[in-house]
């Protein structure tokens, strides 16, 4: 009789048997992936010491408590910077090395809030005394905007910087309880210096708004609070999510700075008290947008996270129906589970390379700004708005999805997904609350169509700006959208166009209906004025593959594009139908009543095509063991021997009898068998 069959062996073999299916090669596309095998080798060398490196073990940490993870991200910085020295990394190692960590740093403020702030709006002067310190983190620096009561309504804050002529000095005053700084990231134990967002207030009581000041919150000598100010941790998040990291509050007792410290490059004020007018009324946004530029890459490698995790477990897990190998089936080859997991590959795919792209974009930002060419500004405002949007909300959907399609075991802890959600899911309230960000790009979209029919001089379709090319389409009254049939959907380009021209008619919809709006209005337009935008890179994306990548590959990534275009087409049908937008090909009646059917069929046959692929898709993600810190997405797929093995850990199977029987469970049970020994 031959040997049973062992289900934790046959993880393995079909780990390997689906890496070998993969027809892609890995390794190219891991490099595309990563901007190149340059890049790719740097950050691999970097994990390589990172994962060998003792103080960045991750066996213990899912038991700490919030206080030991707050005190283990600071052991991580130190030993980080230490490594440095070490090595000698450059400025680009080390924010390499940052992000390949899953610990959110309070440091991490520090580099994405405090110091580009920092750098694109402090004046010369300040500059030069400051900039040395920032850079070497001699200082530690957050970024204190949100308050008590208000958060994306910069204009509502409370907290006060009123000048005084007669000492060249302003004073920083919290006026309420509700004018606290919340929320703010490093504040609560690390910071020693904070940008403060404050109301500018002039001699006279002149309120010019917020502006931002440079105010030391900590000594230099032994890191206690500075008289006047009161400072402390805000406590634990939902899910327990960012525990490391020290969100606090600050108050300010009428503490004086001195006029240097006013980050006016753009916006100042004389000697005497007079207001000096920036360029432009949102140049204090600058940061901002920064933040939420960077924003799309972080949603693109979060969800390839999930996505890695789910679709190894998925590949290697056995359920349900018996498949020809007379084995239970693995869950991937289900359709019901491949069109909700292959999809995730194609969000993130997507958004990693739009990220770099914005990134780019907004470095020309920046740097037009330090001319003093503030011409991009309001056209980077809109597009980093709506993405901020789209990407939070679709990569905590996609987060979610990943950790239901692995069943029970998507909950525990050590399948990994779970934690990297709990620190995502903020994402959709800071920097700028998603619903209020939806208003804004309503407001702009609105702006630009009364631009193109309202102005004695209209923009033609050359002229407008990125975010708004789909209103090109009503500037031609003989433009139609597209006739669609089955064979509709392998081209990319009818896909971008239907997405344009919903755009385009919901704009104009909104525009006429202004003065009695439905109740998703500001969130469709929003939604769709993005994703219009998203597609027409996506286009550009899939033209420039066969540059970038060898046949098999470009055909394979391509299609990963596609994917991502045919299912943002799926999410937005109430608008395409509420618009007629599927429109026959005269001769060709759709077979069934569904006019959407043929969309559908073409999204499951991507899905299909793709599946067999998904774990060589995946793998070019380039995560390893130590950074994914799963169980369930292990590389070799001995899933359930990972699950085994970090089980034995936990605390409460240190001992065999639990320290609770005696006080506890032992008094219940004696008082019941008491009762029992009545009746």
């Not at 060419?373 to 993405?387: I, K, P, R, Y």
């Not at 899905?607 to 793998?619: H, K, V």
């Not at 240190?654 to 320290?659: F, P, R």
Request: glycine share 8%.
């Amino acid at each position: 009789m031959g040997e049973p069959h062992n289900p934790s062996q046959q993880n393995a073999i079909d780990m390997v048997k689906a890496r070998s299916l993969t027809a892609v090669n890995v390794a190219h596309v891991r490099d595309f992936l990563h901007t190149g095998p340059a890049q790719w080798r740097r950050r691999e060398q970097i994990v390589d010491i990172l994962a060998k490196d003792p103080v960045f073990d991750k066996s213990t940490r899912v038991f700490a408590t919030r206080k030991e993870l707050y005190i283990r991200g600071q052991a991580l910085t130190n030993r980080l910077y230490e490594l440095q020295e070490i090595h000698n990394w450059s400025t680009q190692d080390i924010n390499l090395a940052l992000s390949c960590l899953d610990d959110g740093l309070p440091i991490g403020l520090h580099n994405v809030a405090f110091e580009p702030v920092f750098r694109l709006q402090a004046s010369p002067e300040l500059f030069s005394q400051y900039a040395g310190l920032i850079a070497s983190k001699g200082i530690i620096g957050c970024y204190l905007q949100t308050e008590l009561a208000h958060g994306t309504n910069v204009n509502r804050l409370e907290t006060t910087a009123t000048y005084m002529p007669e000492t060249r000095e302003f004073e920083i005053n919290s006026p309420t309880l509700t004018s606290t700084k919340w929320w703010i990231g490093a504040l609560g134990k690390t910071a020693t210096h904070g940008v403060v967002q404050a109301k500018l207030i002039l001699p006279g009581g002149k309120d010019m708004g917020p502006h931002l000041f440079l105010v030391q919150l900590r000594s230099l000598n032994d890191h206690t609070v500075l008289p006047g100010i009161i400072i402390g941790d805000i406590g634990p998040k939902a899910g327990n999510g960012f525990a490391s990291t020290d969100n606090g509050f600050a108050r300010f007792d009428h503490i004086r700075v001195p006029k240097l410290n006013m980050l006016s490059k753009f916006a100042g004020v004389t000697d005497d008290g007079q207001y000096v007018t920036p360029p432009h009324a949102k140049l204090s946004y600058g940061g901002m947008l920064y933040i939420r530029s960077g924003m799309v890459t972080t949603a693109g490698w979060t969800i390839a996270r999930g996505a890695t995790v789910a679709i190894r477990y998925a590949t290697v897990r056995r359920q349900g129906e018996l498949g020809a190998d007379g084995l239970e089936r693995q869950t991937i080859t289900y359709p019901s589970l491949h069109v909700r997991l292959v999809p995730l590959i194609a969000r993130a795919y997507v958004f990693i390379e739009l990220g770099r792209a914005l990134t780019r974009g907004f470095e020309s930002l920046a740097k037009g700004l330090s001319s003093g060419d503030t011409s991009q500004l309001a056209e980077m405002h809109v597009m980093t708005s709506g993405l901020k949007v789209l990407v939070s909300t679709t990569a905590i959907q996609d987060l979610e999805t990943a950790r239901r399609s692995m069943g029970g075991h998507g909950y525990s802890a050590f399948a990994g997904v779970g934690r990297t959600y709990a620190d995502y899911l903020p994402a959709a309230t800071y920097e700028g609350e998603n619903f209020v960000l939806d208003g804004q790009v309503l407001r702009a979209a609105l702006k630009a169509f009364r631009g193109l029919f309202t102005s004695t001089s209209p923009p033609t379709g050359h002229s407008l700006s990125p975010t708004s090319q789909y209103l090109r389409l009503l500037l031609d009254k003989n433009l139609i959208p597209p006739e669609l049939d089955s064979t509709s959907w392998s081209h990319p380009a009818t896909a971008i166009l239907l997405l344009e021209w919903r755009t385009a008619l919901l704009v104009n919809e909104s525009a006429q209906t202004l003065s009695e709006p439905d109740a998703t209005l500001t969130q469709r337009v929003s939604r769709a004025v993005t994703e219009a935008f998203v597609a027409a890179r996506v286009g550009e994306m899939i033209d420039s593959l066969k540059s970038a990548l060898k046949q098999r590959e470009a055909e394979v990534v391509g299609k990963v594009y596609l994917l991502y275009l045919l299912t943002t087409l799926e999410s937005s049908l109430v608008d395409l139908l509420s618009f007629g937008l599927f429109r026959a090909t005269p001769g060709h009646p759709p077979r069934s009543r569904d006019p959407t059917r043929s969309l559908r069929v073409a999204i499951a046959g991507l899905c299909n095509e793709l599946a067999p692929e998904a774990i060589g898709l995946t793998d070019a993600f380039g995560f390893t063991d130590w950074e994914l810190d799963s169980a369930l997405g292990v590389y070799d797929g001995k899933v359930y021997e990972a699950l085994w093995a970090r089980v034995q850990n936990e605390p409460l199977n240190q001992t065999e009898v639990t320290e609770a029987y005696e006080p506890f469970i032992k008094p219940v049970m004696t008082r019941g068998r008491k009762l029992a020994a009545k009746l």
